[in-house]
């Protein structure tokens, strides 16, 4: 089993500065000066490397549809309407907010989404 370890080789501006895993090929480059946020930035890419499943975790957003009422001319009512593609469990059926945009861009393309049973935390007859 090999150890992982994050190794950064800071360049200055304007010359890409590596960081990569000891332990496997994850390899990533920033442009940036090394200040704090592009520190921060680096270790959380890393993190995240670790733990690929830990982004599924955090809670989808939610929006909520807007409908807009506004006056036209002559008197007249202008409604519009504002609605956000929503994901459901396909273990359980229920609402789990926001589609993401891989969803979208997948549903776009005509490919099949990805199970999202995992994420509301069922089980499924595939699992």
Same mark, same amino acid.
């Given at each position: 089993?090999?150890?992982?370890?994050?190794?950064?080789?800071?360049?200055?501006?304007? =010359? &890409? !500065?590596?960081?990569? $895993?000891?332990? $496997? &090929?994850?390899?990533? *480059?920033?442009?940036?000066? &090394?200040?704090?946020? =592009?520190?921060?930035?680096?270790?959380?890419?890393?993190?995240?490397? @670790?733990? &690929?499943?830990?982004? @599924?975790?955090? +809670?989808?957003?939610?929006?909520?549809?807007? #409908?807009?009422?506004? +006056?036209? +001319?002559?008197?007249?009512?202008?409604? !519009?309407?504002? #609605? =956000?593609?929503?994901? !459901?469990?396909?273990?359980?059926?229920? !609402?789990?907010?926001?589609?993401?945009?891989? *969803?979208?861009?997948?549903?776009?393309?005509?490919?099949? @989404? +990805?199970? #999202?049973?995992?994420?509301?935390? $069922?089980?499924?007859?595939?699992?």
């Amino acid at each position: 089993m090999s150890t992982h370890q994050l190794v950064n080789d800071w360049q200055a501006g304007g =010359t &890409p !500065s590596t960081h990569t $895993c000891k332990g $496997c &090929p994850w390899t990533v *480059e920033t442009y940036a000066k &090394p200040r704090q946020e =592009t520190a921060a930035a680096v270790q959380a890419a890393y993190n995240a490397h @670790l733990d &690929p499943m830990a982004g @599924l975790t955090m +809670p989808r957003k939610d929006t909520a549809d807007v #409908v807009t009422v506004r +006056p036209g +001319p002559n008197g007249t009512v202008r409604k !519009s309407r504002r #609605v =956000t593609i929503k994901r !459901s469990c396909d273990g359980c059926g229920e !609402s789990l907010g926001d589609a993401t945009e891989a *969803e979208l861009e997948a549903a776009m393309c005509g490919h099949t @989404l +990805p199970s #999202v049973a995992a994420e509301h935390g $069922c089980q499924t007859g595939a699992d």
